[in-house]
């Protein structure tokens, strides 16, 4: 069949491959459910991420990222001041207090699947960390309730940008949300900042994975050695939550709604 193409490349998904999508999605959303699940003190992110390839294979379903751009690993796991790309290893614990965000794709039918969350280990987390991870819950969700069709993409980044800095948080410009279908990642790009009223008018059937950084400090980022690992350029704490949804004719459908 004939692809329909909308504005600047973005393609428009059919009903059945929003269901496609959200079979991707819904994989992701279980197997992060189980990943919070096991996120105690003690266990290292290797463990998070066999945990997280074995319950992808159970389902069917093939990691998304292992291989991207010779990404070593099923899972993002990034710690503390690591805002995203962290590679999980056995090299360490995971502490009581540390801020954690587990970051999954899969591909499950040709249809992709992409989201992420972020949590306190524990319940010894401090009051910085906490209201963090809130607001950039909170800021995910603004941009959310802007995703429907005849609002434009630009009406989205500014409202996750002005709830990110409104609480006096960085919101991250490095790395930015996308379009996602048959690949992990399409166009358009969907930035967690810029001026609403701008950018492509948004329409039903156009799938998009927002998912806003949020840093404590500045927003600036530093990549590490390992050529992957994104942390804070100043030291300070980050967090990330991502959705995949898609514009439809009433209110955003969240594919990868329920781990959250
Ligand atoms: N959610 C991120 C993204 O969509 C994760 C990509 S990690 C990579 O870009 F390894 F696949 F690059
Ligand atoms: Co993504």
């Given at each position: 069949m004939k692809k329909i193409k909308g504005r600047r490349g973005i393609i428009l998904k059919a009903p059945w491959e929003i269901e496609k999508l959200r079979a991707a999605n819904q994989i992701v959303a279980e197997i992060l459910s189980e990943l919070k699940q096991h996120l105690?003190?003690?266990?290292?992110?290797?463990?998070?991420?066999?945990?997280?390839e074995?319950?992808?294979?159970?389902?069917?379903?093939?990691?998304?990222?292992?291989?991207?751009?010779?990404?070593?690993?099923?899972?993002?796991?990034?710690?503390?001041?690591?805002?995203?790309?962290?590679?999980?290893?056995?090299?360490g614990f995971i502490e009581e207090g540390d801020l954690v965000s587990i970051d999954l794709g899969v591909v499950f039918d040709g249809y992709f699947g992409d989201a992420a969350f972020s949590a306190i280990v524990g319940d010894k987390g401090s009051d910085l960390a906490k209201r963090l991870l809130s607001v950039t819950k909170e800021?995910?969700?603004?941009?959310?309730?802007?995703a429907k069709r005849k609002n434009r993409l630009g009406d989205i980044s500014s409202a996750v940008?002005?709830?990110?800095?409104?609480?006096?948080?960085?919101?991250?410009?490095?790395?930015?949300?996308?379009?996602?279908?048959?690949?992990?990642?399409?166009?358009?790009?969907?930035?967690?900042?810029?001026?609403?009223?701008t950018g492509p008018v948004l329409k039903s059937g156009m799938v998009l994975a927002i998912e806003p950084m949020v840093t404590a400090g500045h927003y600036d980022v530093k990549v590490m050695d390992d050529g992957w690992t994104a942390v804070t350029a100043d030291g300070s704490l980050a967090a990330h939550f991502e959705h995949t949804i898609a514009i439809t004719d009433k209110k955003a459908d969240i594919l990868s709604d329920g781990f959250m």
């Open positions: 105690h003190p003690g266990v290292t992110s290797g463990d998070l991420d066999r945990i997280a074995e319950r992808i294979a159970a389902r069917g379903a093939v990691p998304a990222f292992k291989g991207y751009h010779g990404y070593p690993c099923t899972t993002c796991i990034s710690v503390n001041n690591e805002i995203v790309h962290g590679i999980p290893s056995d090299n800021a995910l969700y603004k941009g959310i309730a802007k940008q002005r709830y990110v800095e409104s609480h006096g948080f960085g919101i991250v410009r490095k790395f930015v949300g996308h379009g996602i279908g048959k690949a992990l990642h399409e166009p358009p790009e969907v930035p967690n900042f810029g001026k609403a009223h």
